[in-house]
T-cell receptor, first 115, second 110 residues
Framework: GAGVSQSPSNKVTEKGKDVELRCDPI?????LYWYRQSLGQGLEFLIY????????KSGLPSDRFSAERTGGSVSTLTIQRTQQEDSAVYLC?????????????FGPGTRLTVL | QKEVEQNSGPLSVPEGAIASLNCTYS??????FFWYRQYSGKSPELIMS????GDKEDGRFTAQLNKASQYVSLLIRDSQPSDSATYLC??????????FGTGTRLKVLA
């Protein structure tokens, strides 16, 4: 596609439910990132995928959070047993990858609200 | 702890003026520097990237980097109300991991 896409755009769930957020990166981009942005805050790094390498999960806030990337393309971020503090906008970004930093292009985000 | 610091603002400037946004970073080995613009309720979009000391100009935007002083700035000339947004500074240290500042909110007054 022309840009990074994410779905759903909005998700309202009840505390304790599991949610899945999807990211479809720019075609050909090998690197994929997930961030979380709480209201009025900066971007919090969650996880990074690069090609077939093991992901960097160092930013995941708890073991309720997990992510996978199938076939080096689409990624799913799963939050189990959601809590109210998980409410935020979840942003996905992709880049061309490589050893040096490259420009990240962001998707529109998924706004998660946990009631 | 690697940090990127920005004044949260809001920074208010009149239309047509120069807006100056500043960012400092703590990691001396930082190599790549980015400015993103984020409108309310939208995702960040890249404005400028800079890798070498000095100035880099793109239209009304100029990024300035001073590695010795560990700061990077963004100047917006002839500011327009449409420039009103939050500007995020991001820094990397030659790896994939970006460190973002919390952003400066800019308000351009018509």
């Amino acid at each position: 596609g022309a840009g990074v896409s994410q779905s759903p755009s909005n998700k309202v769930t009840e505390k304790g439910k599991d949610v899945e957020l999807r990211c479809d990166p720019i075609s050909g981009h090998t690197a994929l990132y997930w961030y979380r942005q709480s209201l009025g805050q900066g971007l919090e790094f969650l996880i990074y995928f690069q090609g077939n390498s093991a992901p960097d999960k160092s930013g995941l806030p708890s073991d309720r959070f997990s992510a996978e990337r199938t076939g080096g393309s689409v990624s799913t971020l799963t939050i189990q047993r959601t809590q109210q503090e998980d409410s935020a906008v979840y942003l996905c970004a992709s880049s061309g990858g490589g050893a040096l930093a490259d420009t990240q292009y962001f998707g529109p985000g998924t706004r998660l609200t946990v009631l | 702890q690697k940090e990127v610091e920005q004044n949260s603002g809001p920074l208010s400037v009149p239309e047509g003026a120069i807006a100056s946004l500043n960012c400092t970073y703590s990691d001396r080995v930082s190599q790549s520097f980015f400015w993103y613009r984020q409108y309310s309720g939208k995702s960040p979009e890249l404005i400028m990237s800079i890798y070498s000391n000095g100035d880099k100009e793109d239209g009304r935007f100029t990024a300035q980097l001073n590695k010795a002083s560990q700061y990077v700035s963004l100047l917006i000339r002839d500011s327009q109300p449409s420039d009103s947004a939050t500007y995020l500074c991001a820094v990397t240290s030659g790896t994939y991991k970006y460190i973002f500042g919390t952003g400066t909110r800019l308000k351009v007054l018509a």
